[in-house]
C-alpha cells in the first residue's frame, strides 16, 4: 500500500520556570494513499467530452441558422435568435434530468425537448440546402443530434432506476411536501387578505365577522381549556347598575332574552349583542347566548321590527 508523509502538528506540555503551558509540536505521519478511482475519472472525462460536443453542436447550429435568418432580420437580431435553437432542446433535457423520479412530470420536457431538436435539425439542414450542398446541412444536423445522443447516455449512466414500490413511495413523500408547501402559500395569501378585509371594514366603521371567528379560533386553540369567545371591537353599552347582594342583585339584572330582544330592536349586530350580554352576565355561557339571540332574532323576524346582521 501506497502511503504519504504528511506533517500535522499536536499539543504536547512544555515547562519553563516551573510552570507548564500547553503547545505546539510538529510532528510526520505516514498516511496511505487511496486508489484512484478511475469510475469516477471515466465518467468526469465523459462529461467533459460531452460538453465540448454540446459547444460544438450549439456554435455551429448558431452560425447556420443565424446565416440563415440574416436574410430577413439584421444580422445581431439573427444570431441571437439563432441561439434559442438549441438552447431549447438542452433545456429540456436539463429538465427531463430533473424529474427523473417522477415520470409524469418528465413526459412534457421529454417531448419538447425531442420537438426542438428537430426544429433546430430541420433549420441547419435547410441552411445547408441553400448554400449549395446536400451533405452539409445532412451532417451539420447530425451534429445537434450527437450531442443530444450523448447527454441522454451520460444521464441514463447517472440516473438511479426506481422500482415500482419505490416510485410511488418517492411520489407520495414529494406529494405530502408539496401539500405542506402549497398550504403555506395559501395561508400566506389568506392572511394578507384578511388583514386587507379588516382595514377596508375598520375604515367604514364595520367590525369583520370573518376575522372575528379566526380570533375565537385561535383564542380556543390556545386555551382549549377554556370556551372561546368572540374577540369584537368594543361597542357601547349601557351604564350598569351596581352589583347587589343574593336575591336583589338577581331581580335587578335583566334577562338574557330581554337583553337580546332589546339590542336587536335598536340595530345591534348579533355578534355586538353576544359580546355585550356576556359583558353584562360574565357567568353566561357563550353557547347559550348566541342561542338565545339566534331565538330572539328570529322573533322579530316573525314580528317584522327590529334590524340587524
Excluded at 498516511?31 to 456554435?59: E, R, Y
Excluded at 438552447?87 to 413526459?107: F, G, V
Excluded at 352589583?243 to 332589546?262: C, I, K, N, V, W
Amino acid at each position: 500500500m501506497k502511503t504519504v508523509s504528511k506533517r500535522r502538528e499536536r499539543l504536547v506540555p512544555h515547562v519553563i520556570n516551573g510552570k507548564t503551558h500547553q503547545v505546539k509540536e510538529p510532528y510526520e505521519v505516514e498516511v496511505p494513499v487511496p486508489p484512484k478511482d478511475w469510475d469516477s475519472i471515466v465518467l468526469n472525462a465523459v462529461m467533459a467530452a460531452t460538453c465540448l460536443v454540446v459547444m460544438g453542436a450549439v456554435a455551429w447550429s448558431t452560425v447556420s441558422i443565424g446565416d440563415l435568418l440574416s436574410e430577413a432580420a439584421p444580422l445581431w437580431v439573427s444570431y441571437l435568435v439563432a441561439g434559442v435553437f438549441d438552447l431549447a432542446w438542452i433545456t429540456c433535457m436539463a429538465t427531463e434530468w430533473l424529474s427523473r423520479y417522477d415520470t409524469n412530470k418528465a413526459k412534457l420536457p421529454k417531448v419538447a425537448g425531442w420537438v426542438a431538436l428537430a426544429v433546430s435539425m430541420g433549420a441547419i439542414f435547410t441552411h445547408g440546402n441553400m448554400a449549395g450542398s446536400f451533405w452539409v446541412g445532412v451532417f451539420g444536423a447530425v451534429v445537434s443530434a450527437l450531442a443530444k445522443g450523448m447527454w441522454l447516455v451520460v444521464m441514463r449512466h447517472t440516473a438511479k432506476d426506481l422500482d415500482g414500490k419505490a416510485r410511488q413511495w418517492v411520489e407520495a413523500e414529494t406529494a405530502e411536501v408539496n401539500a405542506q408547501l402549497a398550504m403555506a402559500a395559501v395561508t400566506r395569501q389568506l392572511n394578507r387578505t384578511r388583514a386587507r378585509a379588516a382595514d377596508e371594514l375598520a375604515a367604514i366603521g364595520q367590525p369583520s365577522t370573518l376575522v372575528v371567528e379566526r380570533a375565537a379560533e385561535h383564542e380556543q386553540a390556545e386555551h382549549p381549556e377554556q370556551p372561546a369567545r368572540p374577540v369584537l371591537a368594543k361597542t357601547e353599552q349601557p351604564t350598569s347598575t351596581p352589583r347587589l347582594a343574593g336575591d336583589e342583585q338577581r331581580a335587578s339584572t335583566p334577562s338574557m332574552a330581554e337583553l337580546a330582544r332589546e339590542q336587536l330592536a335598536s340595530g345591534a349586530s348579533r355578534p355586538d349583542v353576544v359580546a355585550s350580554i356576556l359583558q353584562a352576565i360574565p357567568t353566561a355561557k357563550p353557547d347559550s347566548v348566541k342561542a338565545e339571540v339566534r331565538r330572539q332574532a328570529k322573533k322579530l323576524e316573525q314580528d317584522g321590527t327590529g334590524q340587524y346582521l
